[in-house]
Nanobody
C-alpha cells in the first residue's frame, strides 16, 4: 500500500513559480512511474508530467519548457517545479504512482491558483 501526500500549492501571480512536492509512504518499486496530473473545474483530469526511476520524463505539450519533474528515489519523493505560470494552469494537482498490475495510487490533491 502506498500513500501520497502533496504539498506546495497556493496562489501565485501569472509569471510566477511554485514547487510541488509529493512524499510517498510505503514501498516504491523501481518499476513504478511517478507523476503529476491536474484537474481544472469542469474539465477532465489530465497528465502533466511523469518520470521513471531512471529519470526518463514525459510532459504535456502545454507545460513543456515551463515545468520540470524530478524524483528523489532515496526519499520516495517526486517534485514538480512550475515556472512561468499562466492562469490556465489553475487546477488541483494530484500526485500519482503507476504500478504494473494495479490501479495505481493517488494523492489527495493540492490547489494551484494563478491570478492574471
Amino acid at each position: 500500500q502506498v500513500q501520497l501526500v502533496e504539498s506546495g500549492g497556493g496562489l501565485v501571480q501569472a509569471g510566477g513559480s511554485l514547487r510541488l512536492s509529493c512524499a510517498a509512504s510505503g514501498n516504491i518499486f523501481s518499476s513504478d512511474i511517478m507523476g503529476w496530473y491536474r484537474q481544472a473545474p469542469g474539465k477532465r483530469r489530465e497528465r502533466v508530467a511523469e518520470i521513471t526511476n531512471a529519470g526518463s520524463t514525459n510532459y504535456a505539450d502545454s507545460v513543456k519548457g515551463r515545468f520540470a519533474i524530478s524524483r528523489d528515489n532515496a526519499e520516495n519523493t517526486v517534485y514538480l517545479q512550475m515556472n512561468s505560470l499562466k492562469p490556465e494552469d489553475t487546477a488541483v494537482y494530484y500526485c500519482n504512482v503507476v504500478r504494473w498490475a494495479t490501479n495505481g495510487y493517488w494523492g489527495q490533491g493540492t490547489q494551484v491558483t494563478v491570478s492574471s
